[in-house]
């Protein structure tokens, strides 16, 4: 059975984060799962550089790893390989250019706002402050991609059973017997797919067929809309959500544009959500950064834009306000450094070839594991497993809080915050940015990257400026010591994404204090 006990029993992800720091290596990490079954896990700069950039086609996603996801991502971007793959990059890539998303920023800040006001009403008819973080957050996340992919607003926040929201939640959280079935398609060859016929009449199927339902009538509506504007005198000006750039394009069938709807949808939700739980989990664990982060954006973000009636002057919020606070922008990168949503995945070997010197195989099975390199001691140093977002301020560079690559680079951030500090690089960055592996690197790094750390920015600054948040009595964790299951001291959920488990916490009003 090789490794395969205990990569089923932790969180995924979780023995190659030991593995990293224990297990003498050269970059490359050999262990056995099921069947004893060769991996290789990818974790030195040279070797990421190899599969991720220089021979980035010559490894393609898994065929039982593909048919795992394509029910709930669509055999969009995400999946695509080769020619394919890129020609579709190429034709969404402007919905993500540099200033698409800062016109993506009253959105954002529009979603916040309603969401911590919805939750003020809520915690005051329900008297005692509990809340379930996630339940909440997925309802913000839901609106906001949804505001970003085909320009329409779901209204999560505000009507949670709608059918949208309610058949996602369904598709995003199967019964435990699809959850077993899907997670051991990951291990077994792909032939053992077609042998259980019950995953493809399963929940997820069935949920999955309602969503493209719906995203068929929105491909439909956008282009009605957007042909109406080319005729209209002046010309109305265009969308430029992830749909309106795509079919202006002209270069997905109805189809196609079908699955890359869900493909942002779920890697926008999910990645949103789980930063976002990981965000209120480490705010509850130290007050002190609840107290900074607020102090910070209120001496940036002008009073009038946490109004309960601000969505009528939306647009008028500006980028600036979010990306000059410094140490919110450390603490966001820290908590993408420490959660990556993605805890790993997975590629095979197209053809015969070589990593970091070491001959593989066609066939060979390769891991890519964010949740173990973004916490090597080696780049990181003894600090690697701790949560520090101070790791990101210097007083002396003005460096980003991230990684550029060739299709998306960062714009720069602020040049100093209240207290005189700079954002810096990370002293793992600066020994290589292969240090990080949130987003990937190369031609199939995450096209999406600046459009998640600005949204997760205002959803941090608006929740600090709202509440003071503590961990419920129930929830415990804090400070604990990690066990089986657990990491940080809380249990790690791994289904789409790796999330806190059951996150509750208590929230005290503070507007106006």
Known sequence: MGHFWCLINEPQGQPLRRWINEVPHDGLIRYLDFFNRERIAVVGPRALAEILVHKAYDFTKPAQFVRALENILGNGLFLAEGDVHKRQRKNVLPAFSYRNIKAFYPSFWSK???????????VTMAGDGYIDVDDWVSRAAFDIIGL??????????????????????????????????GFLVM???????????????????????TIKRICRQMIHMQKTQLQAAARSVPRTPAHRDILSVAIASGA?????????????????????????????YELCRDPSAQRRIREEVR?????????????HDAARFHAACIDRCTYLQAFCAEILRLYPPIALTMRVAARDTSVAGTFVPKGTTVVLAPWAVNTSRETWGDDALLFRPERWLSSTTPLPAGISHPDNPPPPLAKKSPDGEKLDRSKGLEKTPYALLTFLHGPRSCIGQSFARAELACLVAAWVCAFETEFSAAAGGAGAADTEG????????????????????KIRNIVGE
């Open 148 to 181: 970003a992919t085909f320009g329409h607003d779901l209204e999560t926040i505000t009507r949670p059973d709608a059918l949208f929201a309610k058949t996602y939640r369904k598709m995003l959280s199967p019964n435990r017997w699809s959850l077993l079935l």
């Open 252 to 280: 997905f069938s109805d189809e196609e544009l079908v699955n890359q709807l869900m493909t942002f949808l779920a890697a926008g939700h999910e990645s949103t959500t789980a930063a976002m739980d990981w965000s209120v």
């Open 486 to 505: 657990y990491v940080a001291g809380v249990r790690v959920v791994t289904g789409v994404s790796a999330k806190p488990g059951g996150l509750k916490v």
């Open 299 to 311: 001496s940036h973000v002008p009073a009038h834009h946490f109004s309960r009636h601000h969505h």
């Open 187 to 209: 291990f077994l060859p792909a032939w053992f797919w077609w042998l259980i016929p019950i995953l493809h009449t399963s929940e997820i199927t069935r949920a999955s067929n």
């Open 112 to 122: 916040s706002q309603e969401l911590v006001h919805c939750l003020a009403d809520h």
